[in-house]
């Protein structure tokens, strides 16, 4: 168990649809990242979160990706009108920053999307 | 697109080889780290770097970051079958929140 979860690991669903993941990262990290993977590829950050502000989007996250974490808890990643391009996994990340130091990332164990 | 190279993409190697696997960046650093995935797993943190020219080891892993803070190397000594899987390494940028992840070199030991 690596300490972040990611509900639900597996999501299929038909292109047009709307899909949203969650995840719950460590308690004790302040910071709450996504990011996409394709096969082959290293993983491409989307967007990430101190406490409950989002701080940084990446350009891949267009306007049919929000993502949220209310009250600074868990963060949830919805995509509107999927397209067959969407298809990819999803990984949810946290860290712990203190006193201007960073710590590496602690991923979860992502969630699959395949659009069809 | 990718902002950090790793070279080589693949390497097979017979069991009690060594490995090395090298990651360059068109800019400079801040930190770098590194990561193992296993087949069908997720990226699991390694080691982060700091200093330029400097140099930590685990076990039969060595890493190294460049003098410049544009390369680093992972090493492996006389690799196992339980090393199998994608490296990546994933610098981070001064004034940049989030890491850059490499291309990855996937291993394969061979029995």
């Known amino acids: 168990d690596t300490g972040v979860s990611q509900d639900p690991r597996h999501k299929i669903t038909k292109r047009g649809q709307n899909v949203t993941f969650r995840c719950d990262p460590i308690?004790?990290?302040?910071?709450l990242y996504w990011y996409r993977q394709t096969l082959g590829q290293g993983p491409e950050f989307l967007t990430y979160?101190?406490?409950?502000?989002?701080?940084?989007k990446s350009r891949l996250l267009s306007d049919r990706f929000s993502a949220e974490r209310p009250k600074g808890s868990f963060s949830t990643l919805e995509i509107q009108r999927t397209e067959q391009g969407d298809s990819a996994m999803y990984l949810c990340?946290?860290?712990?920053?203190?006193?201007?130091?960073?710590?590496?990332?602690?991923f979860g164990s992502g969630t699959r999307l395949t659009v069809v | 697109g990718q902002q950090v190279m790793q070279i080589p993409q693949y390497q097979h190697v017979q069991e009690g080889e060594d490995f090395t696997t090298y990651c360059n960046s068109s800019?400079?650093?801040?930190?770098i780290q590194w990561y193992k995935q296993r087949p069908g797993g997720h990226p699991v943190f390694l080691i982060q770097l700091v200093k330029s020219g400097e140099v930590k080891k685990q076990k039969r892993l060595t890493f190294q970051f460049g003098e410049a803070k544009k390369n680093s190397s992972l090493h492996i000594t006389a690799t196992q079958t339980t090393d199998v899987g994608t490296y990546f390494c994933?610098?981070?940028?001064?004034?940049?929140?989030?890491?850059?992840f490499g291309t990855g070199t996937r291993l394969t030991v061979i029995p």
């Open positions: 800019t400079t650093l801040s930190n």
């Open positions: 308690s004790e990290h302040n910071r």
């Open positions: 979160f101190q406490n409950e502000a989002q701080l940084e």
């Open positions: 994933a610098g981070g940028k001064t004034g940049a929140n989030n890491l850059f």
């Open positions: 990340a946290s860290r712990a920053v203190k006193q201007g130091r960073g710590y590496g990332y602690t």
